[in-house]
């Protein structure tokens, strides 16, 4: 297939070269073309450039996108969208004063969601999750990374992780899987977290691994979950078996997590509500991704990750969905990059850059999407009529895609 889409009133996120992330300063620009064209070939990004230079070949589609703009498809770096069941009871016990933690220490929370899914079957939990994969992909994503971390068994865990694979195979949106078992303790493990840590360290990882069911390994290292030595353990082990280290960290308390995620050189630290300066400080010059997930602190009403401090440091910074039963039950990237825009006071360009580009380094997916690169995947967002691309952020809870195509072809 050979498209072309003409009269694009402006192409958002063109990068001639290859590139793996911006930082700081650069993550306030974001080049475009006005008035331009794209060609697509076999489901990858072929040239591009101003209609002046636009090629006067056949094609076998031609998309006139006057009045509309093509930006990369969103890049959502963190999610759990693999889950059973819901949890909006909890929401209303959060609505009527109870807290996150508190929720948490009586059963729910985590364990609430592992109960759900470890009564639900395989082609069930299928079957729900594909509903939120589409449905993201309808929204824009054309790249997400899932988790597992909600079976907490053997026979959990893998179920998550196979249903991840199958979704992998059926969709044309890019998938990476991260193992996250060390997401709590289990009810059966309450007074033996040892022993869950050694159920993970010597039969979860390496089954995992064997099976090539993830690519990453992540930690819920928070107080009241994993400490830095149980992380430490986690991702050594993980490493060991070739999986790359990605982690919640900073979300309630800071207790030293980031330092741990840079000493093992993780891909990505993922939260970041609870920032000191000493944990801004170590990601400095390092190839370690910060997350921020605004959706999370919208719903939880905890604090938004310090974006302008971190980026006016000169750090990157990527934002994703953290789409999950329990702290943002929404797998929307055009509310993301509206919030990190309002609440954040990132600018649309900061927002753009860390929502394509940076998301998909932190994912390892930086060579294959998150630009409008020749070679990439042609996963685009084309815009309805709108003036500019802050307007997309601007018109928050509103959505401004009028379609969407992975892999050159258009997602229904
Ligand atoms: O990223 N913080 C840990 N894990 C998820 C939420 C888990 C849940 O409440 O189900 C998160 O926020
Ligand atoms: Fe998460």
Not at 91 to 118: C, H, P, W
Not at 125 to 153: D, H, N, P
Not at 267 to 275: A, I, P, Q, T, Y
């Amino acid at each position: 297939m050979h498209i072309l889409f003409k009269h694009i009133k402006e192409l958002v996120q063109v990068r001639k070269e290859f590139i793996s992330f911006v930082s700081g300063k650069e993550m306030s620009v974001l080049p475009t073309i006005k008035n331009a064209f794209l060609v697509v070939e076999d489901g990858r990004i072929a040239n591009y450039g101003t209609m002046e230079t636009c090629p006067e070949i056949a094609f076998d589609e031609v998309i006139d996108a006057t009045g509309k703009m093509i930006l990369p498809s969103w890049c959502d770096a963190h999610s759990h969208i693999v889950y059973a069941g819901s949890r909006e009871g909890e929401f209303v016990d959060r609505i009527n004063g109870l807290t996150y933690e508190a929720i948490a220490q009586k059963g729910g929370g985590i364990l609430n969601s592992a109960k759900m899914l470890n009564e639900t079957t395989e082609e069930e939990l299928y079957e729900q999750s594909k509903l939120r994969l589409e449905e993201v992909m309808r929204l824009g994503t054309g790249a997400i990374e899932i988790k597992s971390g909600y079976g907490l068994t053997i026979e959990g865990e893998l179920k998550m992780l196979r249903v991840i694979q199958r979704l992998k195979t059926n969709y044309p949106i890019a998938i990476e899987a991260t193992f996250l078992g060390a997401h709590a303790v289990p009810a059966n493990f309450n007074d033996n977290k040892a022993g869950y840590l050694q159920l993970l360290t010597d039969e979860l990882i390496p089954k995992v691994a064997a099976e090539k069911l993830a690519s990453y390994i992540d930690v819920f290292c928070e107080t009241g979950y994993f400490t830095l030595e149980d992380t430490a353990l986690i991702l050594a082990t993980g490493k060991k078996y070739g999986l790359i280290p990605k982690i919640h960290v900073n979300q309630f308390t800071a207790i030293g997590g980031v330092q741990v995620g840079v000493e093992y050189n993780a891909l990505s630290v993922d939260h970041l509500e609870e920032m000191r300066m000493e944990d801004i400080e170590v990601l400095k010059g390092t190839k370690t991704m910060p997350v921020a997930l605004p959706s999370c602190s919208y719903f939880l009403g905890i604090p938004y990750t310090p974006a302008r401090l971190m980026i006016d440091s000169g750090l990157p910074l990527a934002l994703a969905t953290d789409y999950n039963p329990g702290s943002s039950p929404s797998g929307n990237m055009n509310f993301v990059v509206a919030t990190a825009c309002i609440k954040m006071k990132m600018t649309p360009e900061e927002a753009i850059n860390a929502a394509t580009i940076n998301g998909a380094y932190a994912m390892g997916l930086e060579n294959e999407t998150g630009s409008i690169t020749i070679g990439k995947r042609a996963n685009l967002i084309m815009t309805k009529n709108i003036n500019s691309y802050a307007f997309i952020p601007y018109s928050f809870g509103s959505l401004q895609i009028d379609k969407v195509y992975l892999k050159g072809i258009e997602v229904n």
